[in-house]
Nanobody, 120 residues
Framework: QVQLMESGGGLVQPGGSLRLSCAAS????????MGWYRQAPGKQRELVAD???????NYAESAKGRFTISRDNAKSTVYLQMNSLKPEDTAVYFC??????????????WGQGTLVTVSS
C-alpha cells in the first residue's frame, strides 16, 4: 500500500554532483525516519545518511562534508545531495522510510534502488 520511488541516479565524473530524490506514496498516515543506503558490488548494504521527522541528521563518516540529506514533509520526499563524488561512491542507492500506514500500521519500506556510477 506504501511505495517509495527513487530517482536521480546516473553516470558522473569524479568530483561531480548528483541529487537523489525519493517520494513516498500510498495510504500514509505519517513518516518517521527516512534514509539512504547504498550497496556496491560484492559488499553489504550500508547506511549513508538518515533524517528524523524533526530534521535531525546522521551521516556515515565517508559522507560527512560531501553529502547533505534533507526532506520535504509536505511532499513526503527525502533528498540526498551528493557533491565531490568519488569512484568509491559507485553503488545502487536505496531509499528507506519508517511509515505509519493508515491501515497496516507500522511499516519499514524500501525503494527499488537507483544506480550511481562515478567514473572518468
Amino acid at each position: 500500500q506504501v511505495q517509495l520511488m527513487e530517482s536521480g541516479g546516473g553516470l558522473v565524473q569524479p568530483g561531480g554532483s548528483l541529487r537523489l530524490s525519493c517520494a513516498a506514496s500510498g495510504s500514509i498516515g505519517s513518516i518517521n525516519d527516512m534514509g539512504w543506503y547504498r550497496q556496491a558490488p560484492g559488499k553489504q548494504r550500508e547506511l549513508v545518511a538518515d533524517i528524523t521527522s524533526g530534521g535531525y541528521t546522521n551521516y556515515a563518516e565517508s559522507a560527512k562534508g560531501r553529502f547533505t540529506i534533507s526532506r520535504d514533509n509536505a511532499k513526503s520526499t527525502v533528498y540526498l545531495q551528493m557533491n565531490s563524488l568519488k569512484p568509491e561512491d559507485t553503488a545502487v542507492y536505496f531509499c528507506y522510510a519508517e511509515v505509519i500506514a493508515m491501515v497496516s500500521g507500522y511499516l519499514g519500506v524500501w525503494g527499488q534502488g537507483t544506480l550511481v556510477t562515478v567514473s572518468s
